[in-house]
């Protein structure tokens, strides 16, 4: 891959690449080729996968998405070593679980301050570059707890419908540019997030997925060339199943079934 120019070949930038979804994702797209920019505030864990995957296929970046003047300079860094943006994964995201009253005021507003407003400064300060990019496209983490709020998750959902409204509002608005905006929607993921995590939902339907699973749900988001009106990717045949039924019934249907499987 080192003999193919950065230039010539796609590019996708990733943010909390250092473990879990995003580096998943991160090897899986540059497996199949694409320049991956490997964004994080994990160095540790930046240097070890771009070690992995070498220079020559990925670029790492210290990233807080929290910081505007951050996205800043990693946007101009990494598209000036490619010459454009075909993709942008906005998935750094932070969980707290439990009651709703036992957290900190502090940490339901760092659940906001990572997991939405992150990617609305994603999705702001990266346009300029995807609208000078044919046919680029983000994609945005959302969840399975954007289809009806869970109980013991209820900031972190509350966010999550935030990014599933935000996904829906810029892809109508950016289509005339070419862009495409979609989210991917996975239920429990086997990662580091749902360690001692205290929420009677997960532990009713379990953790069945793996990072690999969401990474593969991105790249078909990522080579998706039908309607723009395909802006919902759930991962697994249980956020299916409940994104399509929920769609379907009455509210206070849908209420009943996140009570049970609350608990």
Not at 54 to 82: I, K, P, Y
Not at 87 to 115: K, T, Y
Not at 189 to 197: A, L, S
Not at 222 to 246: D, N
Request: proline share 3%; aromatic share 8%; net charge positive.
């Amino acid at each position: 891959m080192s003999e193919i120019p950065v230039q010539s070949r796609q590019c996708v930038l990733i943010t909390g690449a250092a473990t879990g979804i995003g580096r998943a994702t991160a090897r899986l797209f540059s497996g199949r080729g694409w320049f991956v920019g490997l964004a994080d505030i994990d160095q540790a864990g930046l240097d070890a996968l771009a070690g992995e995957l070498g220079s020559e296929n990925a670029l790492a970046m210290q990233l807080d998405v929290t910081s505007s003047d951050q996205w800043r300079n990693a946007l101009s860094e990494f598209c000036a070593h490619t010459g454009k943006l075909d993709l942008l994964v906005n998935n750094a995201g932070i969980l707290f679980s439990g009651p709703f009253g036992e957290d900190s005021l502090s940490r339901h507003h760092g659940q906001v301050e990572v997991n939405f407003k992150g990617v609305i400064n994603g999705c702001y300060l990266a346009r300029s570059y995807l609208a000078s990019t044919r046919g680029a496209r983000i994609i945005n983490l959302s969840s399975a707890s954007a289809v009806y709020g869970q109980a013991s998750l209820a900031t972190y959902s509350a966010t999550k419908f935030a990014v599933r409204g935000l996904t829906e509002a810029l892809n109508i608005e950016w289509q005339a540019d070419d862009i495409r905006v979609m989210d991917v929607m996975p239920l429990f993921v086997q990662t580091g997030m749902v360690i001692d995590m205290n929420a009677p939902s997960m532990d009713r339907m379990g953790v069945r997925l793996t990072p690999e699973d969401v990474a593969r749900t991105i790249w078909a988001a990522a080579r998706y060339r039908g309607s723009f009106g395909k802006v919902h990717w759930p991962v697994g045949f249980m956020a299916r199943w409940s994104f399509r039924l929920t769609s379907l019934l009455p509210d206070r249907l849908g209420r009943y079934i996140a009570k049970r499987i609350a608990g």
